[in-house]
């Protein structure tokens, strides 16, 4: 086990998965010279020169285009969006193309491409570079859509990724760039998709957290158990397409209370597919309303007060969990 | 008298005699093709929208016969004709127009989304500008692989409104990828003509602001167009830069079925007709010895026996069974190991997966939840359909 950041985790992936394939390159708006937005693709171009590396125009929906148009004729393209909400420039390379190739043209050609864009608020960033909207890319059958939360997640999954051979929509997050965690060693560490990770076991309440909000839920379980005795599961679903529904259900027909929490808009999001999903499938195993906990219902505004009360925090997993337990 | 015929060809430029009656054929196949499938269409054998490309054959023919084998060609919801040019089967176009399982597409993709990867024909797009990208994306790839493939990408005069356009040229000249880009300048995007829908209408000049060099040829005529898309091809290969020819040409009918054709005049659509590039086409053979009169109506009547075929053919094949509607939205495989694992949303079957019979080995869920495992077992299924 090495300890290193989330980022250097990507970079890892990236590079392991470039020297196992030389099929794989990379594009995206200064990954080389600039060494990538966030330093992800650092010292990426040096290594693997410019014909692997590219730095590209500021041409969101063309670059991803190029991606499919490369991925369907012999690439492993891994392109990067500066942020999700760049994404929607793409959104019909992704989603009309790179989703749909497969089935309507009747599986003649395939789409082995990964497009990674960072999400989340939290560093000022305003209304156009803060979303969280894994729930657009979940919408769309034909994509794979991956949400890591730690290092070693981030690194497991994206090799798992690179190497699957469909479109993945890969949803990184600006605040855990720089979180540290465990990563194995072994070059051949994957993450398949599919496979919950349970954080934190326990027996009075389930506690789903998308990308950021796993970590957010897990000092809210710490919480919960130290001034409340209530001991919470966490489950971070690593992946939303394919989703490990199994190991929720598995953990909310122990618990029989479940408590979903998102960092993105509360209307048509994860939290309202889950909790259709969990009612539909464990209604009997509930003793409790399922709760959600979502980021406001505005876009991201500016002013940090602002900011810091339009997304999640622990002490409303912490209210949630309270009035799902009924001590509120 | 043979060594005549020869001059007379070499003097109007004609390409040897078999390979001109084979564009002559292949012209005269897409014309009969696209008028059986109107028909078809009337006969409601056709859903959706139907895209014809009559009077556009001799740049379809001229452009994808500059090309070899191993080269893509990728295209536009008007594509039926270029699936034909590229030697896809006849039978197998219909019967993907009819939505049925012999379709190139398995009756996925229709009208608009022809695909024949054998043949590398790489598409037809329903998104107008969006298969752009992706043409720059296969010349990137055979670059990156080394290998001596081009591109030709066909699109519509609308499509050069669209950002992906200005997107695509920049990119593929600055990243010298071997791409030729042929906008089918057929005068009109859908009912706003071209005058009405961009600020230059010289369209080959609307690449060079991003470094892209145009060309333009007579879109009605299948020579002139192979001359010079064979020449756009020839500088994509040697010199690694992209071209922008425009083919200047017409179609004959409406945008698509439905249109009633009130943006344009009986009399410029004549006008136009009188330049049909079959009849000019077969008239230059006549007059150069290499076809004569009784020889293109007997050419015809092949043709149209051939569509005949395509028609009976299509409508023998089979629509797709309920149970092929989740086929292939994934490529399954390590992770993705079945449409289950996607889709979470019942414990009871999807339309048309009662039918379908999953190796339990195989799935990633535990079996006795939900989804397949919890399908009825055929029996039951069998009961259901008889209920």
Redesign the interface.
């Known amino acids: 086990m090495a300890v290193m950041r989330y980022r250097e985790a990507l970079n890892a992936a990236l590079r392991e998965e470039m020297a196992r394939d030389p099929t794989v390159m990379l594009m995206g708006e200064d990954i080389g010279v600039f060494n990538g937005a966030f330093k992800v693709t650092a010292g990426l171009l040096e290594e693997f020169g410019d014909k692997r590396v590219r730095d590209t125009p500021i041409s969101e929906n063309t670059i991803v285009g190029m991606g499919v148009g490369a991925a369907m004729t012999g690439l492993r393209p891994v392109v990067e969006l500066m942020t999700i909400n760049f994404s929607l420039l793409a959104m019909d390379q992704i989603v009309n193309h790179a989703a749909t190739i497969h089935y309507m043209f009747g599986g003649q050609a395939k789409v082995p491409m990964v497009v990674r864009m960072p999400q989340g608020a939290g560093h000022q960033l305003g209304p156009t570079h803060s979303h969280s909207w894994e729930a657009l890319y979940l919408h769309v059958p034909g994509l794979l859509v991956a949400v890591p939360t730690t290092a070693a997640d981030a690194k497991g999954l994206l090799k798992a990724a690179i190497r699957d051979d469909n479109p993945v929509v890969f949803i990184e997050h600006e605040y855990l760039y720089g979180q540290r965690g465990e990563v194995p060693d072994d070059g051949d560490h994957v993450v398949r998709f599919g496979e919950a990770a349970v954080r934190r076991e326990g027996d009075d309440v389930t506690i789903v957290g998308i990308s950021r909000m796993a970590l957010t839920a897990a000092r809210a379980a710490r919480t919960l158990s130290d001034q409340h005795g209530i001991e919470a599961e966490v489950i971070d679903p690593r992946t939303l397409r394919p989703l490990d529904l199994d190991t929720i259900l598995a953990s909310v027909r122990k618990t029989n209370r479940c408590v979903i929490v998102e960092e993105g808009w509360p209307h048509g999001g994860v939290g309202a597919n889950l909790a259709a999903l969990v009612s539909e499938q464990a209604f009997d195993d509930l003793d409790a309303p399922i709760q959600r906990v979502t980021g406001a219902d505005v876009p991201m505004p500016y002013s940090k007060p602002l900011e810091q009360i339009a997304f999640p925090q622990e002490q409303q997993i912490v209210d949630a969990v309270l009035a799902s337990v009924g001590e509120r | 008298m043979a060594e005549h015929v020869a001059d007379a060809a070499e003097q109007a430029g004609l390409p040897e005699a078999a390979v001109a009656r084979e564009w002559l054929e292949t012209m005269m196949l897409i014309r009969r093709f696209e008028e059986r499938a109107g028909e078809m269409y009337a006969k409601a054998k056709i859903g959706g929208f139907l895209h014809l490309a009559i009077g556009e054959e001799a740049t379809i023919v001229g452009s994808t016969r500059a090309l070899r084998d191993q080269d893509?060609l990728i295209s536009t919801y008007r594509s039926h004709g270029h699936t034909l040019a590229r030697g896809s089967d006849p039978n197998r176009v219909m019967a993907e127009l009819f939505g049925r399982v012999d379709?190139?597409?398995?009756?996925?993709?229709g009208s608009m989304?022809m695909?024949?990867?054998e043949k590398r024909f790489?598409?037809g797009?329903?998104?107008v500008g969006?298969n752009?990208?992706?043409?720059?994306?296969?010349?990137?790839?055979?670059d990156?692989?080394g290998r001596d493939e081009l591109t030709l990408c066909q699109f519509g005069d609308g499509a050069s409104n669209q950002?992906?356009f200005g997107?695509?040229m920049?990119?593929a000249a600055?990243?010298r990828l071997p791409v030729v880009f042929m906008v089918t300048n057929n005068q009109f995007g859908m009912g706003t003509s071209l005058e009405r829908h961009s600020a230059v209408t010289d369209l080959m000049r609307k690449g060079e602001g991003f470094g892209v060099p145009g060309m333009r040829c007579d879109g009605m005529d299948v020579m002139d167009t192979y001359r010079v898309t064979s020449e756009a091809l020839a500088i994509a290969r040697e010199e690694r830069r992209p071209i922008l020819v425009e083919a200047v040409t017409y179609r004959f009918r409406g945008h698509s079925m439905a249109d009633p054709e009130e943006y344009r005049t009986k009399e410029q659509v004549d006008e136009w007709r009188k330049r049909d590039p079959i009849v000019v086409f077969g008239d230059q053979l006549a007059a150069a010895g290499i076809v004569d009169e009784s020889e293109r109506v007997q050419m015809d009547v092949a043709t149209i026996e051939r569509v005949d075929a395509a028609v009976a053919f299509a409508d023998a094949s089979p629509h797709p069974g309920p149970n092929a509607l989740y086929?292939?939205?994934?490529?399954l495989?390590?992770?993705?190991r079945g449409w289950y694992?996607?889709?979470?949303?019942?414990?009871t079957p999807h339309r048309g997966e009662d039918e379908r019979a999953m190796d339990s080995a195989v799935l990633?869920?535990?079996e006795h939840?939900?989804g397949v495992a919890a399908a009825p077992k055929p029996a039951d299924a069998a009961q259901r359909d008889a209920d």
Not at chain 2, 135 to 140: I, P
Not at chain 2, 327 to 331: E, N, R
């Open positions: 893509y379709g190139l597409c398995k009756g996925r993709g989304h695909f024949d990867a790489m598409g797009y329903g998104i969006g752009l990208p992706l043409a720059a994306g296969f010349a990137l790839a055979s990156y692989l950002g992906t997107e695509t920049n990119l600055l990243w086929d292939d939205i994934y490529v495989g390590d992770q993705v694992s996607v889709d979470e949303r019942t414990p990633p869920h535990s939840e939900h």
